[in-house]
């Protein structure tokens, strides 16, 4: 069963090895079957995960990448787990790009994203590390002649205890090899695990290279003969170029080369400053024709128009409309909510070299199957001949994953235009990347609620905003007109209101945009968690309790409200020495997520969030470590950007530049955090994302019941204001 292919693994440390690899294939619903690799053409896509050397070392090829978010721990401990492996033999690795092997079994091709990397690969990495334990086991027995049955594993050591016989799996590795692969293994039971939902157990592989600065990112390639590229891009979106001057560039010492690609005019350089300098002498005229030139004021007052409308009904039951008509007072509310960069703290970049026939790239890759059909297609070449190395990167928040491989299509670009055999990398400076676009969308919801007898009676939500899926890889996703990522949260409540609509206004702007960390759930998580608050508020409802009446058909998100408010110790909203509690609960990606933050009206720079209490409800907490960081990271990510970010848009050209003035969080202004991870037997499902969108509607509805105004347009702090 098994297969020997070294290229499977580029470094050195798999190198002459001579050890084990568990290969398998998988069924379309996911039920592993051990089989030999041969048979291409079998209705099962083979996959390869784990790489035992005779060092005792067990190398986990990961097939998510590792951007801060844990899954290169958390998909090893699956791992390890079933192999009952002890940690400290534990490795990891980038998987390279290959569909085939490493597709994405939520997306059907390979890719990091939507909060998948453990739901995806839970059982199809247990299968696989069961299947290695049951390989390292029969090969013992073989060898000692004793049953396999009588024989344990335990911390990476096999045994026998009737002959007192002792391996460790580097020992059997070459003997296991040769085996058959078994068509069906035992799974542990919850109970055994020993690894899985323990804390403190299982260190990050992924941090001590990353403190004591031996992580290689992409931005610390440097290759012989390597191009440094900087492209100089319009000021507003989809201008094109018209004419440069590049002789004051081509002077710049260091400056090897000027071309003009789709995008804009690339500086090749022998390092980054002279790319920049040459970059800053380029003079180029833009045929600024049919580009977008409206601004926020514009599009707001747009969007707001729209909002008047009713759009495509995206959910309904019930009588909303007949039911609002009627009601003797109805409460409405719209909720702004701005264009957002991502900003990760590692620019954009990525390296590639290209000798005419086969391309290799190595760069921080979240989309492998999209960016190796769009570097084929731009040099004409088959994807199969795009090899792609899988490295950290320093976040991303969901630019990384581009629908259009933007970044990967200027970079061959970039290599095409200079010809083969020239290594080049790419690099967006932050201001690029903040003033480059692929924004989260600008959204308005118009709410609109009615209460009688202290009972939520109806509720209709128009939502207006673009949608990244049009016009890319992922249109077939827009199903009747509806983009789900634009909907999700809003057009299904946790809530049981009996006359309930949620319809939708697509919009046609020229400013490109991108999923958000927690996507659609960051806008439609606020206006739901704000406006119930509200209608709660207005039926006389603690917000806690009033949550509980209707959620008696959704266990889950009630579950985590009972938690965080058990972990509060909940006793009201009302203010208690100038400070207020507010509560949200949003599930995004199949996660449930309860937090409560305590809020003061601060010092006139916004409130001041105290402390957040936050509860999780993640199905099978595969490390409670991971999940606890990813809840506290999320906190303060979106607590930043609620407060203060923003990107304003003005004559159709972005204003912020950098961290100057794209605020986000000081660590002074972090709130104590306290999380609870509630106790689950469901399926693993994602931590990176759902964390993100409570804190905003917990911090706004704590801000009303200071008194404060219940914040409608996002941020809270405004440069305008």
């Known amino acids: 069963m098994t297969i020997h292919d070294k290229t499977l693994s580029r470094r050195s440390m798999l190198q002459g090895s001579a050890g084990l690899l568990v290969a398998f294939y998988l069924s379309p619903l996911g039920k592993a079957q051990a089989a ?21 070392t067990v190398t986990v090829l990961a097939k998510h990448i590792e951007m801060g978010q844990g899954p290169y721990t958390g998909l090893t401990t699956i791992v390890a787990e079933e192999l009952d492996a002890d940690w400290s033999q534990m490795r990891v690795e980038g998987a390279p790009a290959d569909k085939a092997l490493y597709a994405n079994l939520a997306f059907g091709i390979q890719g990091t994203g939507g909060s998948t990397a453990i739901a995806n690969s839970y059982e199809q990495l247990r299968q696989a590390g069961a299947t290695a334990r049951a390989l390292l086991v029969q090969a013992a027995a073989q060898s000692w002649k004793v049953p396999a049955g009588e024989i344990t594993v335990s911390r990476g050591a096999v045994r026998h205890a009737g002959s007192g016989r002792q ?92 071309k003009t690609l789709p995008t804009g005019v690339a500086v090749y350089a022998n390092h980054m400053w002279s790319a920049i300098k040459g970059r800053e002498a380029l003079k180029i005229d833009w045929d600024e024709s049919g580009t977008e030139k409206r601004g926020s004021a514009e599009l707001l007052a747009d969007y707001r128009a729209l909002a008047q409308k009713q759009g495509i009904v995206a959910g309904s039951k019930g009588d909303a409309a007949g039911t609002l008509a009627k009601a003797g007072k109805v409460i409405e ?88 055999g020239k290594p080049v990398k790419l690099v967006w400076t932050r201001e690029d990347d903040i003033q480059g676009g692929y924004y989260r969308p600008m959204f308005v919801h118009r709410m609109r609620g009615a209460v009688e007898n202290g009972k939520i009676v109806a509720w209709s939500d128009t939502v207006v905003g673009q949608s990244f899926m049009a016009n890319s890889a992922f249109a077939g996703m827009i199903k009747n007109g509806i983009d789900p990522t634009q909907v999700e949260g809003s057009n299904e409540l946790p809530y049981d209101i009996a006359n309930f609509q949620c319809d939708l206004h697509t919009t046609e702007v020229g400013i490109p945009t991108l999923w958000w960390r927690s996507v659609g759930h960051t806008h439609t998580g606020y206006a739901v968690e704000a406006f119930v608050d509200e209608l709660l508020q207005a039926a006389g409802k603690d917000p806690v309790a009033g949550r509980l009446e209707l959620m008696v058909n959704s266990p889950r998100p009630a579950g985590v409200l009972r938690a965080v408010a058990a972990l509060a110790k909940w006793s009201g909203p009302e203010p208690v020495n100038g400070r207020a509690r507010g509560v949200a609960v949003v599930e995004s990606f199949g996660s449930y997520i309860a937090q409560i933050a305590e809020v003061s009206a601060g010092d006139g720079d916004g409130p001041k969030v105290h402390k957040v209490w936050c509860a999780v409800d993640c199905g099978v907490a595969v490390n409670p470590d991971i999940i606890r960081a990813q809840m506290e990271g999320g906190i303060g ?9 923003e990107v304003p848009i003005n004559d159709g050209r972005p204003v912020p530049k950098n961290f100057d003035s794209y605020r986000s969080l000081r660590i002074n202004e972090m709130p104590e955090i306290e999380v609870t991870i509630v106790k689950s037997t469901e399926k693993p499902t994602g931590v990176g994302e759902p964390g993100v969108p409570p804190i905003g509607p917990a911090v706004a509805n704590a801000m009303a019941r200071l008194g404060l105004t219940r914040p409608r347009q996002l941020p809270f702090v405004r440069a305008s204001a």
């Open 36 to 56: 030999p690799s041969a048979d291409k053409a079998a209705p099962f896509a083979p996959n390869a995960f784990i790489r035992i050397r005779e060092d005792n």
């Open 637 to 645: 990510f979106g607590l930043g950007h609620i407060l203060f970010a």
């Open 333 to 420: 509310a719209e909720f702004v909510f701005p264009y957002l960069a991502h900003a990760p703290m590692e620019p954009l970049d990525a390296y590639m070299l290209w000798d005419g026939q086969q391309v290799h790239a190595r760069y921080g890759c979240q989309f492998q199957t999209v960016d190796q059909a769009t570097i084929a297609g731009v040099l004409g070449i088959k994807p199969e001949q795009v090899k792609i190395d899988m490295l950290l990167a320093g976040g991303s928040f969901g630019r990384r994953a581009q629908a259009n491989a933007q970044l990967v299509a200027e970079l061959a670009q970039a290599a095409k235009a200079i010809g083969p």
């Open 167 to 258: 391996a460790t799996f580097g020992q059997l590795a070459a003997a296991a090899a040769k085996l058959p692969a078994p068509q069906n293994v035992t799974l542990k039971k919850p109970d055994d695990f020993k690894l899985i939902g323990s804390e403190g157990v299982v260190k990050r592989l992924d941090i001590p290279q990353k403190t004591n600065g031996t992580a290689q990112f992409t931005i610390d390639i440097h290759e012989p003969n390597m191009l440094t590229v900087v492209v100089a891009h319009p000021t507003r979106f989809g201008a094109k170029v018209a004419k440069v001057d590049d002789s004051a560039a081509r002077k710049i010492p260091g400056v090897v080369d000027v």
